[in-house]
Protein backbone atom coordinates (compact mmCIF):
# COMPACT_ATOMS: atom_id res chain seq x y z
CA UNK A 1 0.00 0.00 0.00
CA UNK A 2 1.18 3.70 -1.01
CA UNK A 3 2.01 5.30 2.46
CA UNK A 4 0.49 8.79 0.65
CA UNK A 5 -1.94 8.81 -2.26
CA UNK A 6 -3.42 11.80 -3.67
CA UNK A 7 -6.03 12.29 -6.10
CA UNK A 8 -7.30 14.88 -8.08
CA UNK A 9 -5.34 17.66 -5.70
CA UNK A 10 -6.32 20.65 -6.36
CA UNK A 11 -5.95 24.40 -5.09
CA UNK A 12 -7.16 27.82 -6.82
CA UNK A 13 -5.00 28.28 -10.08
CA UNK A 14 -1.70 26.57 -8.48
CA UNK A 15 -2.54 22.82 -8.70
CA UNK A 16 -4.74 21.08 -11.13
CA UNK A 17 -5.64 17.51 -10.99
CA UNK A 18 -2.58 16.32 -9.43
CA UNK A 19 -2.48 12.21 -8.27
CA UNK A 20 0.63 10.43 -7.48
CA UNK A 21 1.75 7.91 -4.54
CA UNK A 22 4.40 8.47 -2.20
CA UNK A 23 5.85 4.44 -1.16
CA UNK A 24 7.44 3.72 1.62
CA UNK A 25 11.19 3.91 1.77
CA UNK A 26 11.09 6.20 -1.03
CA UNK A 27 12.94 9.64 -1.85
CA UNK A 28 10.32 11.15 -4.35
CA UNK A 29 11.52 14.10 -5.94
CA UNK A 30 9.38 17.16 -7.03
CA UNK A 31 10.84 19.31 -9.87
CA UNK A 32 9.90 21.89 -12.39
CA UNK A 33 10.43 25.76 -12.86
CA UNK A 34 9.40 28.69 -10.27
CA UNK A 35 5.65 28.90 -10.24
CA UNK A 36 5.19 25.21 -11.41
CA UNK A 37 3.77 24.36 -7.77
CA UNK A 38 5.94 22.34 -5.97
CA UNK A 39 5.63 24.44 -2.57
CA UNK A 40 2.34 24.37 -3.14
CA UNK A 41 1.93 20.39 -3.20
CA UNK A 42 3.83 20.02 -0.22
CA UNK A 43 1.84 22.43 1.95
CA UNK A 44 -1.17 20.75 0.65
CA UNK A 45 0.26 17.30 2.30
CA UNK A 46 1.13 19.76 5.11
CA UNK A 47 -2.25 20.52 5.79
CA UNK A 48 -1.44 23.96 5.26
CA UNK A 49 -3.83 24.71 2.72
CA UNK A 50 -7.66 24.47 2.24
CA UNK A 51 -7.42 21.87 -1.22
CA UNK A 52 -9.74 19.84 -3.24
CA UNK A 53 -9.47 16.14 -4.00
CA UNK A 54 -8.39 13.65 -1.39
CA UNK A 55 -5.03 13.26 0.12
CA UNK A 56 -4.86 9.91 2.57
CA UNK A 57 -2.17 8.56 4.42
CA UNK A 58 -2.28 4.79 4.74
CA UNK A 59 -5.32 3.98 2.68
CA UNK A 60 -6.84 7.14 5.39
CA UNK A 61 -8.34 10.43 4.35
CA UNK A 62 -5.21 12.35 5.88
CA UNK A 63 -7.30 15.30 7.15
CA UNK A 64 -8.84 12.67 9.96
CA UNK A 65 -5.59 12.71 11.00
CA UNK A 66 -5.05 15.76 12.71
CA UNK A 67 -3.04 17.38 15.53
CA UNK A 68 -0.30 15.38 17.23
CA UNK A 69 -0.82 12.70 15.53
CA UNK A 70 -0.28 14.03 11.89
CA UNK A 71 2.68 16.19 13.54
CA UNK A 72 4.61 13.03 14.94
CA UNK A 73 3.95 11.39 11.14
CA UNK A 74 4.49 13.90 8.94
CA UNK A 75 6.97 17.27 8.98
CA UNK A 76 7.33 19.91 6.77
CA UNK A 77 10.77 21.61 6.40
CA UNK A 78 9.61 24.93 4.15
CA UNK A 79 12.00 27.15 2.44
CA UNK A 80 11.86 29.77 4.53
CA UNK A 81 12.50 29.39 8.54
CA UNK A 82 12.39 32.23 10.75
CA UNK A 83 12.28 32.08 14.70
CA UNK A 84 9.77 35.00 16.51
CA UNK A 85 11.88 34.54 19.48
CA UNK A 86 15.37 34.48 20.32
CA UNK A 87 16.21 30.68 21.34
CA UNK A 88 19.16 29.19 21.13
CA UNK A 89 19.45 26.48 18.89
CA UNK A 90 18.91 23.74 21.07
CA UNK A 91 15.86 25.19 21.92
CA UNK A 92 14.60 24.97 17.70
CA UNK A 93 15.74 21.30 17.67
CA UNK A 94 13.68 20.69 20.95
CA UNK A 95 10.49 21.97 19.10
CA UNK A 96 10.79 18.63 16.96
CA UNK A 97 10.50 16.60 19.82
CA UNK A 98 7.15 18.90 21.00
CA UNK A 99 4.47 16.38 19.00
CA UNK A 100 6.27 13.68 21.37
CA UNK A 101 5.71 15.40 24.90
CA UNK A 102 9.25 14.99 25.51
CA UNK A 103 12.90 16.44 25.29
CA UNK A 104 14.70 13.15 24.11
CA UNK A 105 18.16 14.78 24.93
CA UNK A 106 20.01 11.72 22.58
CA UNK A 107 17.69 12.54 20.08
CA UNK A 108 18.47 16.48 19.91
CA UNK A 109 21.97 15.90 20.31
CA UNK A 110 22.36 13.19 17.62
CA UNK A 111 20.07 15.34 15.23
CA UNK A 112 22.52 18.29 16.08
CA UNK A 113 25.52 16.47 14.90
CA UNK A 114 24.13 14.80 12.15
CA UNK A 115 23.66 18.12 10.73
CA UNK A 116 26.91 20.22 12.35
CA UNK A 117 25.20 22.22 14.57
CA UNK A 118 26.28 20.78 17.41
CA UNK A 119 28.76 23.46 17.80
CA UNK A 120 26.27 26.40 18.44
CA UNK A 121 23.66 24.34 20.75
CA UNK A 122 24.06 27.44 23.20
CA UNK A 123 24.45 30.32 20.43
CA UNK A 124 21.16 32.04 19.28
CA UNK A 125 19.93 30.82 16.23
CA UNK A 126 19.78 34.64 14.98
CA UNK A 127 22.77 35.20 15.18
CA UNK A 128 24.01 32.10 12.60
CA UNK A 129 23.77 33.07 8.61
CA UNK A 130 20.91 31.54 6.75
CA UNK A 131 22.96 28.42 5.53
CA UNK A 132 23.56 27.45 9.42
CA UNK A 133 20.01 28.08 10.40
CA UNK A 134 18.53 26.37 7.65
CA UNK A 135 20.73 22.87 8.86
CA UNK A 136 19.45 23.80 12.68
CA UNK A 137 15.91 23.81 11.21
CA UNK A 138 16.17 20.39 9.80
CA UNK A 139 18.16 18.91 12.62
CA UNK A 140 14.07 20.23 14.50
CA UNK A 141 12.92 18.12 11.62
CA UNK A 142 14.97 14.88 12.32
CA UNK A 143 14.99 15.30 15.94
CA UNK A 144 11.21 14.54 15.30
CA UNK A 145 11.27 11.44 13.57
CA UNK A 146 8.34 11.87 11.71
CA UNK A 147 7.24 8.99 9.09
CA UNK A 148 7.56 11.58 6.31
CA UNK A 149 9.47 14.61 5.75
CA UNK A 150 8.47 17.15 3.33
CA UNK A 151 11.49 19.21 2.33
CA UNK A 152 10.66 22.38 0.13
CA UNK A 153 14.12 23.30 -1.45
CA UNK A 154 16.46 22.82 1.40
CA UNK A 155 19.48 22.92 0.06
CA UNK A 156 18.92 26.73 -1.13
CA UNK A 157 20.88 28.28 0.95
CA UNK A 158 24.22 25.50 1.73
CA UNK A 159 27.33 25.39 -0.04
CA UNK A 160 28.33 22.37 -1.77
CA UNK A 161 29.25 20.56 1.19
CA UNK A 162 26.42 20.64 2.92
CA UNK A 163 24.21 20.48 -0.21
CA UNK A 164 25.87 16.79 -0.36
CA UNK A 165 25.54 16.21 4.00
CA UNK A 166 21.20 17.26 3.83
CA UNK A 167 20.91 15.07 0.58
CA UNK A 168 22.49 12.21 2.10
CA UNK A 169 20.53 12.59 5.40
CA UNK A 170 17.21 12.33 3.71
CA UNK A 171 18.45 9.54 1.49
CA UNK A 172 19.03 7.95 4.80
CA UNK A 173 15.95 9.06 5.88
CA UNK A 174 13.88 7.35 3.38
CA UNK A 175 14.40 3.99 5.04
CA UNK A 176 12.26 0.97 5.56
CA UNK A 177 8.70 2.52 6.82
CA UNK A 178 9.84 6.10 6.18
CA UNK A 179 9.98 8.12 3.52
CA UNK A 180 10.71 11.83 2.26
CA UNK A 181 9.15 14.33 -0.93
CA UNK A 182 11.74 17.00 -1.99
CA UNK A 183 11.12 19.79 -3.96
CA UNK A 184 14.54 20.57 -5.59
CA UNK A 185 15.40 22.75 -8.78
CA UNK A 186 19.02 21.16 -9.43
CA UNK A 187 17.94 18.60 -12.21
CA UNK A 188 21.54 16.42 -11.64
CA UNK A 189 21.11 16.44 -8.03
CA UNK A 190 17.36 15.24 -8.63
CA UNK A 191 18.78 12.60 -10.93
CA UNK A 192 20.94 11.31 -8.72
CA UNK A 193 19.37 11.17 -5.32
CA UNK A 194 15.58 10.45 -5.85
CA UNK A 195 13.75 7.35 -6.49
CA UNK A 196 11.25 9.04 -8.65
CA UNK A 197 10.04 12.26 -9.94
CA UNK A 198 7.40 14.17 -10.71
CA UNK A 199 7.70 16.62 -12.95
CA UNK A 200 5.29 19.86 -12.72
CA UNK A 201 4.17 22.28 -15.47
CA UNK A 202 1.28 25.00 -14.42
CA UNK A 203 0.06 23.45 -11.30
CA UNK A 204 -0.13 20.02 -13.54
CA UNK A 205 1.96 16.65 -13.33
CA UNK A 206 3.59 16.61 -16.89
CA UNK A 207 5.51 13.71 -15.85
CA UNK A 208 6.04 10.61 -13.41
CA UNK A 209 8.25 7.74 -12.97
CA UNK A 210 12.12 6.92 -12.48
CA UNK A 211 14.47 9.80 -13.56
CA UNK A 212 15.30 8.12 -16.80
CA UNK A 213 11.43 7.69 -17.48
CA UNK A 214 11.22 11.96 -16.53
CA UNK A 215 14.11 13.79 -17.40
CA UNK A 216 14.21 13.28 -21.37
CA UNK A 217 15.38 15.78 -23.53
CA UNK A 218 11.62 16.26 -25.22
CA UNK A 219 10.61 16.83 -21.35
CA UNK A 220 13.15 19.46 -20.48
CA UNK A 221 11.98 21.42 -23.43
CA UNK A 222 8.55 21.37 -22.75
CA UNK A 223 8.38 22.14 -19.31
CA UNK A 224 12.09 24.53 -19.02
CA UNK A 225 12.11 25.51 -22.65
CA UNK A 226 15.85 24.87 -22.89
CA UNK A 227 17.49 22.00 -25.06
CA UNK A 228 19.26 19.79 -23.28
CA UNK A 229 21.65 16.79 -23.11
CA UNK A 230 20.88 14.03 -21.10
CA UNK A 231 23.26 11.22 -20.30
CA UNK A 232 22.17 8.22 -17.38
CA UNK A 233 25.34 6.23 -18.95
CA UNK A 234 27.73 7.20 -16.16
CA UNK A 235 28.40 6.87 -12.95
CA UNK A 236 26.13 9.74 -11.87
CA UNK A 237 23.54 11.39 -14.66
CA UNK A 238 24.37 14.00 -16.81
CA UNK A 239 21.45 16.70 -17.77
CA UNK A 240 23.82 19.77 -19.71
CA UNK A 241 21.78 22.60 -20.97
CA UNK A 242 22.58 23.12 -24.83
CA UNK A 243 23.60 26.86 -26.15
Excluded at 158 to 170: I, P, T
Aim: hydrophobic share 45%.
Amino acid sequence: MALISIEQLQLDSRLAGITLSLKPGELLGVIGPNGAGKSSLLECIAGLQAYGGRIALDGEDISRCQGLKRARRVALLPQRCQSAWALKVADVIALGRLPWGDEDAGLIAQAAEQTGVAEWLDSRVDHLSGGEQARVWLARVLAGQPEIILADEPLASLDLHYQQRVLELLRQHAQGPRSVILSIHDLNLAAHWCDRLVLLDSGRVHALGTPQEVLTPESIRQVYQVEAQVDFSGERPLIRVLG
